[in-house]
């Protein structure tokens, strides 16, 4: 005689019949059927666990995939912007630096390492270090590009200008986690373009003055 059970999965879908051959004559007898019962549960388990794993083990396999794609990227990203010349860096919500590029580096005169985890207050002015801040804030809190033209003197008096470019950063999920910022020396433009008006205004005084028509 045989006795049969079906082989259901966590979600009852059927993965099998186990079946056992009773040797006695006679009926299948509720003790070879209960132990019957217990194996089927026994077979849905290890049908399950080796689902799981094999799902396990394609999820691995994607995270494996995700990661050196995020690897790539990275390196993309590195490389591209130390091969540009202006300044670059990157913050968090709090205002810590997360990147900087050589460039930035340089300007600041120091290594990467002393960088990240700062905040502005730790290498400028608290003036300017809250100017700076509250732009990064209206950045985060509109997710607009802040572009401006900043005027700042040098330790020997001297004016000079920066372009300025501030945008949001997103996680996958589309949410701001950080600002990233560009900026990049334009004195000598705005010098010639003070002279050019100069000259300008000089040449139209001159036309202005003069009795000939």
Not at 48 to 59: P, Q
Not at 98 to 120: M, R
Not at 149 to 162: D, G, H, K, M, S
Request: with cysteine; glycine share 6%; proline share 3%.
């Amino acid at each position: 005689r045989y006795g049969g059970t079906t082989i259901t999965d966590s979600e009852g879908l059927t993965l099998g019949i186990l079946a056992v051959h009773d040797p006695e004559p006679g009926n299948f007898s509720a003790e070879s059927r209960q132990s019957l019962l217990h194996l089927s549960s026994l077979a849905s388990r290890v049908f399950e666990a080796a689902r799981m794993e094999v799902k396990l083990n394609a999820t691995e396999a994607e995270l494996d995939h995700a990661r050196e794609a995020y690897n790539k990227s990275e390196a993309f990203y590195h490389s591209l912007v130390e091969s540009l010349p202006q300044n670059i860096l990157r913050k968090d919500l709090d205002g810590r630096f997360t990147f900087a590029n050589q460039n930035f580096c340089s300007v600041l005169g120091k290594p990467l390492e002393e960088i990240i985890g700062k905040t502005d207050f730790d290498f400028s002015s608290s003036e300017l270090a809250a100017k700076y801040q509250n732009d990064d804030r209206q950045v985060a809190e509109t997710g607009k590009r802040f572009e401006t033209i900043e005027e700042n003197q040098t330790a020997t008096l001297e004016q000079n200008y920066v372009h300025v470019v501030k945008t949001p950063i997103y996680d996958r999920h589309g949410q701001i986690v950080g600002i990233q910022g560009i900026f990049w020396d334009v004195t000598e433009q705005r010098k010639t373009e003070k002279d050019l008006a100069f000259e300008r205004d000089l040449l139209r005084s001159l036309l202005d003055s003069i009795p000939d028509h």
